[in-house]
């Protein structure tokens, strides 16, 4: 079948045994992480559940933090964005592809995203290697920003307004993590959101 804009084109047999690769290691380090904790979820080990050599999960991951932390999902919600109606408020943008993201993240694979909050908290190297994370995709989005608002990517206000969007919505699911992750996830990100459209102000509680 002829390839058009709405088919896009089947990845090769190379780049399908690449994802299986980086699927197969990043089941294993979730595995070995939630029997026995993250110290014990070397690269060796991660190596030996994945039938790999321990040279591969380099080769695919050199930060070893990244296997939990990465889900390839920067690119699509960059694509996301740049779909989302040109009217709207780059705000409510944000939020729409964020919220849709976790909630997909939450019903695809609920255990291993529970796994990956609970290691933001209790792993410090973990807790650092997403706040870079959360920085290089905040400079991804900020294209998309500045797109929608006439701005240059580089922008002060865009690389902030972005750069505080993220960030915030990273604390929210700390938040959650630390609290036992009883909470609606979502329905936090969303309350986020709602903290940040009334202009960071913070009353008083009587």
Known sequence: ???????????????????????????????????????????????????????TVVRYFPVREDIVLTDDQDELLLARLRARPAGEE???????????????????????TRLRAGLMVEVPAVRARLTETTAQTGRLLSGAVAERTGR????????????????????ATVHWAEHGQGDDLVELLDRTVETLKAGLTLRTRP
Do not use: C, H, N
């Open 152 to 171: 240059s990517p580089d922008d002060l206000e865009v690389r902030v307004f972005t750069a505080a969007v993220l960030g915030a919505l990273r604390e």
């Open 90 to 112: 780059p705000l409510d943008s944000l939020r729409a592809v964020v919220l849709d993201a976790v909630t997909a993240s939450l019903a695809a694979e609920p255990a291993e």
């Open 1 to 55: 079948m002829a390839e058009t804009p709405e088919t896009p084109a089947r990845p090769s047999l190379r780049e399908r045994k690449k994802l299986k690769t980086r699927a197969a290691i990043r089941r294993a380090a979730y595995r070995i992480a939630g029997e026995q904790g993250w110290e014990a979820a070397t690269v060796e080990a991660i190596a030996a559940g994945a039938e790999v050599s321990p040279s």
